[in-house]
């Protein structure tokens, strides 16, 4: 799932990019483009982020100096000064990756109107108003679906071969948080493990937290 989500993001990233240029007639040797991260490469989210990154880099002939990259900045007002940061560092297109960065970044967006601003998850670029103001992000429930029906044939072997019966074949998930986007992807998953065990159940627990090891492990 991840080397999906990392060519569906560097797919978002190249035409992005690529549009801007197109666009406002910027020299491919001045483009800079900026990145702000929930994390950073140690976790698998922000990790799949960072690879499109440097898959478009690569794809696109950028050096180092012209991918600056912001890690760990929390949903805080600390995200709206790492944009503010990259804008001020030149970059034309800036992309951030957690959802509790939004308001902060169309913040930013409504000071730098030359800039171009992209944000994963989200769903308030269109009523921000302002034109340099994006969501992005892939249709992560199709995943998640899929990754449900390879659980569900697993559970339904089990049950085949006397492992386990009908009755015990229970399935956990760890959510982040409570909302549309987990919820929309639990259900996916769900409903792909029901579509193999059709007598699999499932309970979720919510961390409340997009990356804290501590809190999933237990």
């Known amino acids: 799932m991840k080397k999906l989500l990392s060519l569906l993001l560097v797919l978002c990233m190249v035409l992005g990019l690529t549009a801007v240029a197109a666009a406002e007639g910027v020299p491919a040797d001045q483009i800079k483009v900026g990145f702000i991260f929930i994390g950073d490469e140690n976790e698998g989210y922000t990790y799949s982020h960072y690879k499109a990154a440097m898959d478009m880099k690569e794809a696109l002939n950028l050096t180092d100096e012209q991918v600056l990259i912001k890690r760990n900045i929390p949903e805080t007002e600390e995200a709206y000064e790492a944009a503010v940061d990259l804008a001020e560092s030149g970059c034309s297109i800036i992309f951030s990756n957690s959802f ?23 769903s308030n670029a269109a009523k921000s108003g302002l034109a340099n103001a994006h969501n992005y992000f892939t249709a992560i429930h199709e995943a998640r679906y899929i990754s449900g029906v390879v659980g569900g044939m697993k559970l339904q072997q089990l049950i085949d071969e006397g492992t386990i019966t009908a009755e015990q074949a229970k399935v956990g998930y760890v959510g982040a948080f409570p909302f549309a986007e987990v919820i929309s992807g639990y259900t996916a998953f769900y409903l792909g493990v029901r579509s193999q065990c059709p007598t699999a159940t499932m309970t979720v627990k919510y961390t409340n937290s997009w990356s804290d090891a501590t809190l999933e492990k237990a």
Do not use: K, N
């Open 100 to 122: 509790g960065h939004e308001s902060y970044l169309w913040d930013a967006a409504a000071e730098y109107p030359d800039v171009q601003f992209c944000h994963a998850t989200g």
